[in-house]
């Protein structure tokens, strides 16, 4: 080969690795719409919706734990309140609670669906994580939701999820709940059992309902006084923390 055939070869190498990489990199960099839309400017209006949020997280742990015994109860979130919540409160008193490099938390919820998303580093290196959930509550099995991974992306790059599925099933057993998983098409799905190892369960969820911006829950209190307790009891179940 020529010098001058080696260095055209070598020229083109460069270019195609510079082009993957740039592909690759407006990729990671690039910002769901869907995400930068979810964000509830700065205002009067969010910081209502905000504390109005708090007051409902307040409201259904009270009505879950003190209804009495076989009494329904229900709940409805808007997306505009959760994310107001992050933006404000949240962001405010538990930032510390997320994990390092994570900020600008928000939830997107469609039909049937939840999208989890947020800004991972900061500046040049950062990028929008997303994470697409499908959910619902399974039949004849009390207590049972089922959690189906439709995506999982760093902008509009897919990325393996096996850290996230192990992620989601260390954080459910340390909250008490037992996780099965099996996979729908080669899609991953999670079977979330509440209180499985409990004989009779303190709660029943009856209804989970997830509409265009917003998720409905509804539920029975079967035994106040265990579920009191359970909800009590040091690093059982999942805890509100209530100041």
């Avoid at 409201?59 to 994310?83: C, K, L």
């Avoid at 669906?113 to 509550?137: E, Q």
């Avoid at 369960?201 to 209190?221: D, F, M, S, V």
Wanted: hydrophobic share 40%; glycine share 6%; net charge negative.
């Amino acid at each position: 080969m020529s010098r001058r055939s080696l260095l055209l070869a070598i020229a083109i190498v460069l270019c195609l690795t510079c082009g993957v990489g740039a592909s690759l990199w407006m990729l990671v960099r690039y910002e769901p719409g869907i995400y930068l839309r979810s964000a509830v400017p700065p205002g009067e209006e969010r910081h209502q919706m905000s504390k109005k949020c708090w007051h409902k997280l307040l409201q259904m742990y009270n009505s879950v734990a003190n209804q009495p015994d076989d009494q329904e109860w229900e709940h409805r979130f808007t997306d505009g309140e959760i994310n107001s919540y992050l933006t404000e409160d949240f962001m405010q008193s538990h930032i510390k609670e997320l994990p390092e490099g994570i900020s600008d938390p928000r939830i997107i919820i469609e039909k049937n669906n939840i999208r989890i998303a947020f800004r991972y580093g900061s500046g040049l290196w950062s990028t929008v994580v997303s994470i697409d959930l499908h959910f619902w509550l399974v039949k004849d099995e009390p207590n049972v939701v089922a959690m189906k991974l439709v995506g999982f992306h760093a902008g509009a790059l897919p990325i393996s999820s096996q850290s996230l599925l192990e992620g989601i099933t260390k954080t459910c057993q340390e909250n008490g709940i037992r996780v099965d998983w099996y996979r729908d098409d080669g899609v991953p799905v999670a079977l979330l059992r509440f209180q499985a190892e409990q004989q009779h369960p303190t709660l029943e969820l009856e209804t989970i309902e997830i509409e265009p911006g917003a998720i409905h829950i509804q539920g029975r209190t079967k035994d106040a006084a265990s579920l009191n307790a359970f909800l009590a009891a040091p690093f059982a179940g999942i805890k509100l923390v209530m100041e």
